[in-house]
């Protein structure tokens, strides 16, 4: 009786740590996050510095461009100070054969490897990398102390850090 226990539970823990090895949470984007200017933290955080990402409902396939229905899940994105502002929505980079977002910024290799995920917002692009590493863009390459990082349209790239739960 002990013997098959014993097997029972040791195929449980492994059939679980395997699985849990090869899925990602359903939701790691979700979170407050606070925004800081590359290689300038700030000592003092103000509210302006606070976002709130948050999982919405998925796009429509007949309300958008075909080459985005592959992946419908959706995320907003929104200061948390000022919640007059409209919620900028976020998709995942597209990857696969047909299109590949990564491909631009040469980082198809580390999407592949799992260590470089984005999601885009038209003028902002949100990137989850490897915390404490170089991340090169064309010929210029940054820092990421956190591992979240944004580039947005005229303003340059950001630090996220990403508020434990």
Known sequence: MINI???FLLTFAIS???HSQITEPED???GTYRMEFLD???????PEQWYTIKKIANENSEEIASRYTSDLERWAI???VDTTQHEKKLRRFLFSEDHNEYEQFNWTEQHIKGTMKCVDGGNIFICK???KTTVSIDNESFYSNSGIFAVVLHHGVFEFYKEPN
């Not at 300038?40 to 103000?46: A, G, V, Y």
């Open 5 to 7: 226990y014993f097997t």
């Open 16 to 18: 679980y740590i395997s």
């Open 28 to 30: 790691s984007w979700s």
């Open 40 to 46: 300038k933290p700030e000592q003092n955080t103000s």
């Open 78 to 80: 929104i200061q948390v």
């Open 129 to 131: 990398t490897t915390p």
